[in-house]
């Protein structure tokens, strides 16, 4: 999975509209993210037209764990996807 990813902060919403695209393989997803607490949650639909979630928690200074997930219907329940701990590397 490869990308382009453009958030742009709303204050109306208090939230910030992200749209990812990746051209080579037809997919996008349009999401709104949302600060939860100390983590982040973006939702929206992909390009499939199934539900998606992806939440970042953990978050410090120097990592996060990511966690996708999706769904068909508002009634299913999430099915995480892809699941990442992201750590920064020193220089």
Known sequence: ???TTLRVFDLG?????IIWNDPLNRDHSRQIGRAE?????QLGNDSRGLK????????TANSFHWIGEERSFESDPWQITYEHLARRTKP
């Open 13 to 17: 919403i208090e939230g910030w509209h």
């Open 37 to 41: 607490g100390k983590d982040i949650v």
């Open 52 to 59: 998606t979630r992806w939440r970042f928690t953990e978050i």
């Open 1 to 3: 999975m490869y990308g």
